[in-house]
């Protein structure tokens, strides 16, 4: 860790954008200092009319998962080699990324509050649970870990936002679709620079970064708002119907995950390590392998095309 930070500026500088020069919600939503405000509202209203049940509910539970930001600076904040009090740069970067997918949850949910599609007070309950019951992501304060999860998870909700986007162009409606795939932008970059300092450890410590990188596959990435609920439901109750709304709407699969691992793998270059002690080589073998073995696990699930009905969203949309 303190290798790596000391090049945390250069970091800084080449995969996140500064405050002046990089988008706020506002560019993407109407201004309600503008003449033309309530126009624009209207028109988010009507287009808003085209899109369907599993939608909302993937785009409310995508913005819940932005909104549990809290979660997660404090938890990277408490990794091992960071430190928020003296002068070590990680904190730097765990603020700046911070600051970056602030403007993710505020976006969704300026958006979602003008659309007159979803119940905000429910939603926001979600919220407040989904931070009260935190996450455990099974990386413990292991830097190695966190970045395997953050590289996995960044890549993961730029997909997602990605084809959320996608939909929304579909349906005509440009504003969210604009929106959607300007946050999966910021999400790719996350993806690289985390990506990239995975890469830095693997030339430092080979064998140990390679049983970080086992360890989290063997017991799976698992997303960032497994816990959440709705209003009068046990924790984590509502993640099964929002993954298989996700899942319907080909928004974010099992063979997305899969891909996830395989691109990963290349980057690495985790074929070619040959540097390692008698278990990193065993845990390379496995990662090799892994992407095949769930593939063909995949091919026999089939997801659930039962819709759930969820607090979030009324039932009287187009479905
Ligand atoms: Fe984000
Ligand atoms: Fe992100």
């Known amino acids: 860790m303190q290798t790596v930070e000391k090049s945390i500026d250069s970091f800084v500088d080449k995969y996140l954008i500064p405050v002046e020069d990089i988008w706020q919600p506002t560019d993407l939503l109407p201004n309600s200092q503008n003449e033309g405000f309530m126009d624009e509202v209207m028109q988010i209203r009507e287009e808003a009319k085209e899109l369907g049940y599993d939608f909302w509910v993937v785009l409310v539970a995508d913005m819940v998962t932005e909104e549990a930001l809290p979660t997660y600076e404090s938890w990277l904040m408490d990794m091992e080699g960071v430190d928020q009090h003296g002068k070590n740069g990680w904190s730097k970067w765990i603020r700046h990324w911070t600051g970056e997918e602030n403007r993710h949850g505020d976006t969704l949910n300026k958006y979602l509050y003008l659309s007159g599609r979803v119940d905000m007070r429910e939603i926001e309950k979600t919220t407040q649970y989904l931070i009260n019951d935190g996450f455990d992501i099974g990386t413990g304060r292991d830097p190695y870990k966190n970045f395997v999860y953050t590289s996995f998870q960044e890549l993961a909700t730029n997909i997602s936002h990605k084809r959320v986007g996608q939909l929304a162009k579909k349906r005509g409606n440009k504003m969210l679709s604009k929106m959607c795939s300007i946050i999966a932008g910021d999400e790719m970059r996350h993806h690289l620079a985390y990506r990239e300092f995975v890469k830095i450890i693997f030339d430092y410590d080979p064998s140990e970064m390679m049983l970080a990188f086992h360890d989290m596959m ?102």
């Open 218 to 319: 063997k017991k799976k990435i698992v997303m960032p708002a497994q816990f959440i609920r709705e209003s009068g439901q046990g924790i984590g109750e509502a993640f099964e119907n929002f993954s298989n709304a996700a899942q319907r709407l080909g928004v974010y699969t099992t063979y997305d995950y899969i891909d996830i691992l395989r691109k990963l793998n290349a980057y690495w270059e985790i074929d070619k390590m040959n540097n390692l002690n008698d278990q990193a080589e065993k845990a390379r073998d496995y990662l090799m392998n892994l992407p095949d073995r769930m593939s063909r696990i995949a091919d026999r699930i089939a997801v659930p095309q039962d819709q759930h009905k969820f607090k979030w969203v009324e039932a009287n949309g187009v479905l």
